[in-house]
Each structure stands twice: as C-alpha cells, then as structure tokens.
C-alpha cells in the first residue's frame, strides 16, 4: 500500500488503504454528494464506514472536450455521403432457395412446395426454380 502521506500522492476510487476513521484495510469508493436532485460534488469514501477520506477533483476542461469530440465523430458520421457497397453479381450455378421460389407457400406452422407438394424447409433448393 501506498503512504497517503506522502505529496505527491494521488487518491483514486478502487486504491486499497487503511482507513483514518475505522482503522481497517478498504478500498476507496468514488460517491456522489447530492443537494436534492443537483449535485454537488464527488468525493472519496471508505467502503468499510462509508467516511469522507478525500474531495475528487474534477476536470471540468477534459469533460467538455470528451463530449465535443464525442459529438464531432457523430456529426462527421452521419454527413458523410454513404458510399454505395460492392455489387454482387449473381451467376447460373448459384444456389437457388425455396422461400424466393413460385411454387413455395409460405403458412405459419407449414412450407410446401405446390410443385413438388412436399413440405419444406424456406432455405432449401432444387432444380425446377422459378422467381417470384
């Protein structure tokens, strides 16, 4: 464990120390200090007693720079032109499923092909394939 002591040392929530109140071993929580519905500030709590061990400070600068970045990624995503996709040419040897077929009726608990009269699977193929 680090010495709370020291100068240049640097409190953060989850940092295991012995508590000044309770005297046991714990680890820091961050809590939020609330006046009503606003809130006033954060600060650093034993997780034993719940005790105030130090004020958070807050970077209000980092903040408001997170969430203007934040919003510039958004803003650039959904001004750019959407580029069309790679075009997928069909050829004769491709696989050819029932549910695009004529002949499939499609029923909530059954599939059927007229042609055949057979039930079937919607993803199934065969050779007499017609398009809708």
Known sequence: M???????????PGQQMKCPHCGKDCFLVKKT???????????LACSCCSAKIADLEVEEKSKSADISNKFSKLE?????????????????????????????V????????????????????CDKFKKK
């Open 33 to 43: 200090l609330m006046d009503g519905w606003t809130k006033v500030g954060d600060i």
């Open 76 to 104: 650039n995503l959904l001004s750019e032109k959407r580029q069309e996709g790679p075009k997928i040419e069909s050829s004769e040897d491709e696989r050819h499923f029932c549910r695009d077929c004529m002949h499939f």
């Open 106 to 125: 499609s029923h909530p608990f059954l599939n059927r092909c007229e042609l055949h009269k057979k039930d079937i699977g919607p993803m199934d193929d």
């Open 2 to 12: 680090e010495n709370p002591f020291e100068e240049n040392f640097i409190m953060k």
